[in-house]
């Protein structure tokens, strides 16, 4: 008998929200099962990509667009950012049923920056397959995608080196 997938949220404005699904990535690969990745507002320029197309069970879609901060893109950027990350959202759905685990990296963001549907999104959590363990990270989810999680954990940004004036280095925040 398999296991009833569940719902994950990874939350909160603290580093490591996707540092966390990544390390159930590895753990649910190391024993067996397989693992999808599905990256949204982001690029494959970071280490976690790499290593992750390196292990057994694990899948991570490429991100063959880039179009930058969500805060710079002008209106025409957005509507062709949102038609891709759309078409990437549904191409995850339909992979999805052949994983046990289908991590959807800065979903929250895709949603309140309005490029993946958030209804499409609940719809998805509703009918997904029943042996699916899902995760969504990003920050301020919803109250409504908050109903549909089996976990929240909220990552808490107390201190940041960002706030000294230290930019993002390689090989710790990408």
């Given at each position: 008998m398999r296991e009833k997938g569940l719902v994950h949220i990874y939350c909160g404005d603290g580093k490591g929200k996707t540092s966390a699904a990544i390390g159930l990535a590895v753990r649910a690969a190391g024993r067996g099962k397989k693992v999808l990745i599905?990256?949204?507002?982001?690029?494959?320029?970071s280490g976690e990509v790499m290593i992750l197309k390196e292990i057994p069970g694990i899948t991570v879609l490429p991100c063959e667009k880039s179009f930058g901060f969500l805060f710079r893109m002008s209106e025409e950027q957005k509507k062709e950012a949102a038609s891709y990350y759309q078409e990437q959202f549904e191409k995850t759905?339909?992979?999805?049923?052949?994983?046990d685990l289908l991590i959807l990296d800065?979903?929250?963001a895709s949603i309140s920056?309005?490029?993946?549907?958030?209804?499409?999104?609940?719809?998805?959590?509703?009918?997904?397959?029943?042996?699916?363990?899902?995760?969504?990270?990003?920050?301020n989810p919803s109250d409504r995608l908050?109903?549909?999680?089996?976990y929240i954990s909220?990552?808490?940004?107390?201190?940041?080196?960002?706030?000294?004036g230290i930019p993002a280095r390689a090989g710790i925040e990408y």
């Open positions: 599905s990256r949204f507002l982001k690029t494959d320029d759905v339909k992979m999805a049923e052949r994983y800065e979903m929250m920056g309005k490029m993946v549907p958030e209804e499409r999104v609940l719809q998805f959590l509703q009918e997904k397959p029943e042996n699916l363990e899902v995760v969504l990270t990003g920050r908050k109903e549909e999680a089996d909220e990552i808490l940004a107390v201190r940041h080196p960002y706030e000294k």
